[in-house]
């Protein structure tokens, strides 16, 4: 049986967390949208190279790689976020279903 103390800390954790979970989501979707100009500036820097072997150069660059290391820790935060508010949301709606379930019992 859901608690109503485990609901209340489910809603202080939901409304503590928006704002760490947004900054995670925005961190994540910046770093994936910046990796294209990583990769176009790598590529500049190589235009005596066909397109094939610039993009090769790009791919294979430290600057990248670390880049994607970055996005990884990135991911892995707006992940944790993301199932952690989806946690609590499920424990909220088990709650309400619960409490559905009681008022239906008592009213036969």
Known sequence: MITDLEIEKAVDYLRDNATKA???RAN????EEYRKTIKGELMRENTQE???AQE???YAHDRYKQHLLAMRDAIQQDEYHRWMLTAAEAK?????SQQANQRALGKL
């Open 50 to 52: 066909s397109l094939g």
């Open 22 to 24: 947004a900054q995670a």
């Open 28 to 31: 994540r979707i910046y770093l």
């Open 56 to 58: 090769a150069i790009a």
């Open 92 to 96: 909220i709606e088990a709650w309400r």
